[in-house]
């Protein structure tokens, strides 16, 4: 039901930011506003992390330990996206991101999870030099 395409990443220097982004499109079914959405992302030769997720309402988010603070998830639902705004930007960011979201409200026992959502982009490239 719901398509999603990932942009903004790149390279950028240790200590710069970074603003991805996730446009959905919706064929049928249920609105962008009844999803749940997380970025992940996975760097070379590791498994798949949780980065941050948002509930259907912006005053529910959830962030990854090592970007707590300096990374912020937001969502435009007239506009049908998914941002992630990081700054403070260190090399153990180096990743492919990528964006993925569920239908319904955000589990709080299961936002970390890949296995929760049922729909993924094909992710983005971040590369941070130190």
């Known amino acids: 039901q719901v398509q999603l395409v990932e942009s903004g990443g790149g390279m950028v220097q240790a200590g710069g930011s970074l603003r991805l982004s996730c446009l959905a499109s919706?064929?049928?079914?249920?609105?962008?506003?009844?999803?749940?959405l997380a970025w992940f992302r996975q760097a070379p030769g590791k498994e798949r992390e949780f980065v941050a997720a948002?509930?259907?309402?912006?005053?529910?988010?959830y962030y990854e330990d090592s970007v707590q603070g300096r990374s912020t998830i937001s969502r435009d639902n007239a506009k049908n996206t998914v941002t992630l705004q990081m700054n403070s930007l260190k090399p153990e960011d180096t990743a492919i991101y990528y964006c993925?979201?569920?239908?319904?409200?955000?589990?709080?026992?299961?936002?970390?999870?890949?296995?929760?959502?049922?729909?993924w982009g094909r992710g983005t490239q971040v590369t941070v030099s130190s």
């Open positions: 919706v064929a049928y079914g249920q609105p962008f506003a009844y999803y749940s």
């Open positions: 948002i509930g259907r309402s912006e005053d529910t988010s």
């Open positions: 993925a979201a569920n239908p319904g409200r955000l589990n709080m026992n299961a936002y970390y999870r890949g296995q929760y959502y049922a729909t």
